[in-house]
């Protein structure tokens, strides 16, 4: 990820701007993938990205079952008459099937998810039966062949492959898993993420504030950012602004991690140190995006670990994380990539906004009472106000060219969800 002069240049005004969509080509073209792998058991595996095809050895279900509560019949017997009446020769239920052979005039009671016994084909819900004894009537004007009966293999056939290779592993993929007797998984190695704050205003939860410093916020957001089953994090805590302690803590993260993040000292302040020490350390790919909030946004490689200085503030450090950090983390653990999910929505209010770079405004997105999605923000916008973050459970993107919306206008937005 060699950077040309241009690029490594930390004047501004010598420095063009990337785009949001360069930086994001160039972070993923740069990233690599972790290639070692472990095998889990299922229930282990929950969360984590799948290394290698999965290949179903049997059909599910193994067995045609029946989909309701009621009487498996032959459908020949329901033909050509307004009703029916047969004889109730045994029952089916889930684990004990029907051992006999049903024949003309005969049915089963029948459950659901039990086999559908030999010789019949169709199951007739019990709300529609009259039954008396071993006799049981029915209208037939609604029965048809293979009515509320599921077919062996419907869901999965032996040699189907039932999930790639990328794809994250939740409740869904591990019942899946389990349905075709998979016991354990080979999986992504969990990528190793270390990362700290800059800065000598910042102090620790828990203890009291001195004189002109701030609680370190960003921490805990990016620890909660990073919290998912994939990721093994190392929080080496708060660094002071001193060129000597910002080298060592970049040289110790970067012994321990496949990606190293920072929080602050990556603008051009005189104690911003950690952008000079990349230079230095490691390499800058970049270190300034045309975006709202987070333009001062560093990244590069750190030996063989991949880098991303964050910005201080505490929404700008979120805000990139989504659009950057994120994308990287997938491509790292072996995610499938998937272009970000945007919606359509009617905006509620008017967005104030100057050409020339894109923003991301904080919103609450709604559904009104005509069903159609409408969005409208969380109030004042500035990067330091971390409560909108709160309140907001999406992100409104605004291109670079655009120069505010008016009321009623659609716009693109990013639901929170999309960062799962």
């Known amino acids: 990820m060699s950077p040309s002069a241009t690029d490594c240049c930390l004047n501004p005004a010598e420095k063009p701007l990337l785009s949001v969509a360069q930086g994001k080509a160039r972070i993923l073209q740069a990233v690599h993938t972790v290639t070692a792998r472990e095998q889990l058991h299922l229930r282990a595996a929950l969360g984590r990205i799948l290394a290698a095809p999965v290949v179903s050895a049997i059909n599910v279900p193994c067995f045609d079952n029946s989909a309701m509560d009621g009487y498996a019949v032959r459908s020949q017997d329901c033909a050509g008459t307004m009703k029916v009446d047969l004889s109730v020769v045994g029952s089916s239920f889930a684990g004990a099937p029907f051992a006999g052979e049903v024949t003309a005039g005969q049915c089963v009671r029948i459950m659901t998810g039990a086999v559908v016994p030999n010789g019949t084909d169709t199951v007739i819900m019990q709300e529609y ?156 790919n970049f270190w300034r995006i045309a975006m709202k909030p987070g333009k001062p946004l560093a990244f590069g490689q750190l030996d063989s670990a991949a880098f991303f200085g964050l910005p201080g503030n505490p929404v700008s450090a979120m805000v990139t994380f989504y659009q950057f950090v994120l994308p990287a983390i997938r491509k790292m653990t072996g995610e499938t990539l998937h272009n970000p999910l945007l919606v359509q929505a009617r905006c509620a209010v008017e967005l104030k906004k100057a ?35 709160s309140q907001a459970n999406c992100l409104i993107h605004l291109p670079a060219e655009s120069a505010g919306v008016q009321a009623g206008e659609q716009v693109s937005v990013q639901p929170f969800l999309d960062f799962d």
């Open 355 to 389: 050409p020339g770079r894109m923003e991301f405004q904080r919103g609450i997105l709604h559904t009104e009472k005509d069903g159609v999605l409408s969005v409208s923000t969380t109030g004042m916008q500035g990067s330091h106000l971390l409560g909108s973050m």
């Open 129 to 284: 039966a009259n039954r008396v004894d071993d006799r049981v009537t029915f209208e037939t004007k609604n029965i048809a062949a293979g009515q509320h009966v599921r077919y062996t293999g419907e869901d999965t056939r032996s040699g189907d492959t039932v999930l790639e290779p990328g794809k994250k592993l939740g409740a869904a993929e591990i019942g899946l898993l389990a349905s075709v007797g998979i016991a354990e998984v080979s999986v992504s190695r969990r990528l190793r993420v270390a990362f700290f704050s800059t800065g000598d205003e910042l102090t620790g939860v828990g203890t009291p504030l001195g004189a002109g410093q701030i609680y370190d916020s960003n921490r805990y957001a990016l620890h909660g950012m990073l919290a998912k089953a994939a990721i093994e994090c190392y929080d080496l805590g708060v660094i002071p602004d001193k060129r000597d302690a910002v080298r060592s803590a970049l040289q110790q993260a970067a012994e321990v991690a496949d990606l190293v993040l920072t929080s602050g000292g990556v603008s051009v302040g005189e104690a911003d140190y950690i952008t000079e020490t990349l230079g230095e350390l490691g390499e800058i």
